[in-house]
């Protein structure tokens, strides 16, 4: 009896598990260029997971193919790699774009003859024709221009002897061989693609089955994708041992669980009860390493809730001394799948920074869940727009902000920052707050909040931009269901789009000094070699 094996070469569209590897690929492929981070990969494919492809041989991933819809008036106008991919997140991605617009193709150099290019090409070719898109368009390199150009003066002129086939471009010369007509040159694409000179082909395959002329009409579906949130607003109070703080803690955990909540999120500095039991007077570094003994027996308890109760809990903050020594205000999410992140606040408050010498972390990811991604921003963090939107171009669609603060003031300067933050990424926002005051423990004297869940203002959602609020000062769990797929219709055909109408052209945000993304094509290869490049 035969038995049937497995396939060893597939494409598939990627996940965001694959991140890892793909940005080991690209590593691999363009080890001169500035790679993709990690958080990248994941935008890219949480902003639009249909158009994001890998082909994994023999369980490696050997090729990525990365693109998103666009509309024609942007894909097919003058524009450079940055502004397009919305900095290398794929989050200029319009779910109503008539176009589809490849942004990378990046191929193991080892593996050039089982035709990996063309089987990505192909799978990009299919998805245009049932999403009934127009057509593909991209930017290809040129990876030969640069070595030639001291004869051929111009890109113009060189890609007019690629397409008359008197000079030899690996990459046009693929490109055109499958189907796709070159439109004109784009300058200053990817200034750091010096064998293109920075210059790219404007290519184009138009779509057989859709008429050119027949304005398209693509409409986002009203869907229902439903996340139950709930918020606690815990009053600051003495415990007896870190016993009674758990039984605290898991109260409100059993009780959002049983109202079959998807989420739950606790305060910043919710732990700081767990000074409340000490015998003498601690210094903020002795009341530090206090908290940081029980920073491991905390997480456990909290992994242990979210697994028993089924339930994703984001917990507060807890101010530790972190592996590498330093002192930071991390929160511990821990998902109901049994795994655990951590958080670091990446602004500390100056009170933080005098008093427990508190340092800000380095990055702020977005993080998996059952539910799609989420962010948190750790109370100050929420005054900086460029993390939230960081999240967001990850493909955050909840940001959770445990905060903690001593007056009307202080609350409603987060508050009123976080309300922005909902409005200017469409996303949704949660707040998490302590009440009361805890004597004997510092930065514990006197607590405001109100804790409550924002929205954006569109018409999808609640008028005043609020799904839900706690009473000020009172201690309590506040619930509400959201829709997150009222999010993807505000972002597509909201009354304002704030994410689709950012001006890229004029600014950007560029992380860890600049890390841009890898080249919109594979490395470049000896003249007369054939290989997958460009889009």
């Not at 958080?39 to 158009?51: E, K, L, T």
């Amino acid at each position: 009896m035969s038995e049937k094996s497995h396939a060893r070469l597939e494409v598939r569209n990627a996940v965001p598990a694959d991140a890892a590897r793909i940005v080991a690929l690209v590593d691999r492929v363009y080890p001169e260029m500035t790679h993709y981070s990690r958080g990248m990969i994941r935008g890219q494919i949480n902003n639009f997971p249909d158009g994001q492809f890998v082909a994994v041989y023999d369980g490696k991933i050997v090729g990525y193919c990365a693109s998103s819809r666009i509309d024609e008036a942007i894909a097919l106008a003058p524009h450079d790699w940055e502004q397009i991919t919305g900095n290398g997140f794929g989050s200029r991605h319009d779910p109503t774009g008539d176009w589809l617009y490849g942004f990378e193709m990046c191929i193991d150099p080892g593996l050039r003859g089982l035709r990996i290019g063309k089987r990505l090409y192909e799978a990009r070719r299919v998805l245009a024709e049932r999403l009934e898109l127009k057509g593909i368009v991209f930017g290809g390199r040129m990876p030969n221009f640069a070595r030639s150009r001291r004869k051929v003066k111009t890109p113009e002129a060189y890609l007019e002897l690629v397409k008359a086939g008197k000079i030899k471009d690996p990459v046009i010369g693929f490109q055109i061989a499958n189907g796709f007509v070159p439109i004109g040159i784009l300058p200053r694409y990817l200034p750091e693609d010096t064998g293109s000179a920075g210059f790219a082909a404007h290519m184009v395959w138009r779509n057989p089955y859709v008429d050119p002329n027949e304005e398209p009409k693509f409409r986002v579906p009203r869907d229902i994708e439903s996340v139950r949130l709930a918020t606690v607003q815990l009053q600051a109070r003495a415990v007896a041992d870190f016993d009674e703080f758990v039984a605290n803690v898991e109260y409100f955990v059993d009780v959002a669980a049983d109202y079959r909540a998807d989420f739950v999120v606790f305060p910043e500095l919710f732990t700081l009860s767990l000074l409340s039991f000490e015998t003498e007077h601690l210094s903020p570094m002795e009341a530090i390493d206090r908290l940081t003994d029980h920073r491991q027996p905390l997480v456990d308890e909290l992994s242990r809730m979210a697994l028993r109760y089924n339930i994703n809990i984001i917990g507060g903050s807890h101010p530790t001394r972190t592996d590498d020594g330093d002192i930071q205000n991390v929160a511990y999410v821990c998902l109901r799948d049994g795994s655990v992140h951590a958080q670091e606040k990446i602004h500390p408050t100056p009170n933080e920074r005098y008093w427990w010498r508190i340092k800000g972390g380095d990055a702020v990811e977005a993080i998996q869940t059952d539910c799609g991604p989420i962010g948190v921003l750790i109370c100050y963090d929420s005054e900086f727009p460029e993390l939230a939107r960081r999240l967001v171009d990850e493909g955050a669609r909840i940001l959770f902000v445990p905060f903690c603060t001593d007056s009307r003031q202080g609350y409603l300067r987060v508050r009123y920052c976080c309300q922005a933050r909902a409005i200017e990424n469409q996303c949704f926002v949660v707040m998490s707050g302590n009440v009361g005051n805890l004597p004997k423990v510092e930065n514990m004297d006197i607590q405001y909040a109100q804790s409550c869940i924002l929205t954006p203002c569109d018409f999808p959602f609640a008028r005043d931009g609020i799904a839900a609020e706690a009473s000020e000062n009172v201690e309590t769990l506040t619930i509400s269901d959201v829709n997150l797929a009222d999010l993807t219709w505000a972002r597509a055909e909201g009354t304002v789009r704030n994410l689709a109408d950012r001006r890229f052209d004029l600014y950007q945000i560029d992380w860890n000094h600049g890390p841009r993304g890898e080249a919109a094509a594979p490395v470049a290869q000896p003249i007369g070699t054939k290989a997958a490049g460009g889009g």
